[in-house]
Nanobody, 126 residues
Framework: QMQLVESGGGLVQPGGSLRLSCAAS????????IGWFRQAPGKEREGVSC????????TYLSAVQGRFTISIDAAKNTVYLQMSSLQPEDNAVYYC???????????????????WGQGTQVTVSS
C-alpha cells in the first residue's frame, strides 16, 4: 500500500504562487499515475492535474491550464504541483492520489485511486 504525504499548502494573496509536494512511500513505477485533486466546501471533488510516472503524459483541468504545472522527481519519489496566478476560485483542500493505471486522463476524470494523501489546504485571499 503506497502512502502519500502532501505539503506546501498555505495562505497566499491573489496572483501569488505555491508549490505543492506529494511524497510517495514507494518508487513510482512505470505503470503508476499520480494526480492532484481538490475539493472546495460544498463542491464536488475535481481532478486538477494528473501525470504518468514516466512524466510523459500530463493532463490539466481547463480552469488551471497555463497556471499550474505538474512534474515528477523520480529520484525523490515526489510529485509537484506548481501553482501560479492563484485565484480565490482555487481555494480548496488539495489531495494527491496514486493508482496503477495507464489511463492518465481517466484517473483525473473519475477521481478513482487506490492511494490518497491527507490533503493540504490552499487558501487564496487578500
Amino acid at each position: 500500500q503506497m502512502q502519500l504525504v502532501e505539503s506546501g499548502g498555505g495562505l497566499v494573496q491573489p496572483g501569488g504562487s505555491l508549490r505543492l509536494s506529494c511524497a510517495a512511500s514507494e518508487t513510482l513505477s512505470d505503470y503508476y499515475v499520480i494526480g492532484w485533486f481538490r475539493q472546495a466546501p460544498g463542491k464536488e471533488r475535481e481532478g486538477v492535474s494528473c501525470i504518468s510516472s514516466s512524466g510523459g503524459t500530463k493532463t490539466y483541468l481547463s480552469a488551471v491550464q497555463g497556471r499550474f504545472t505538474i512534474s515528477i522527481d523520480a529520484a525523490k519519489n515526489t510529485v509537484y504541483l506548481q501553482m501560479s496566478s492563484l485565484q480565490p476560485e482555487d481555494n480548496a483542500v488539495y489531495y494527491c492520489a496514486a493508482d496503477r493505471t495507464w489511463d492518465v486522463q481517466g484517473m483525473c476524470d473519475s477521481g478513482i485511486a487506490r492511494s490518497w494523501g491527507q490533503g493540504t489546504q490552499v487558501t487564496v485571499s487578500s
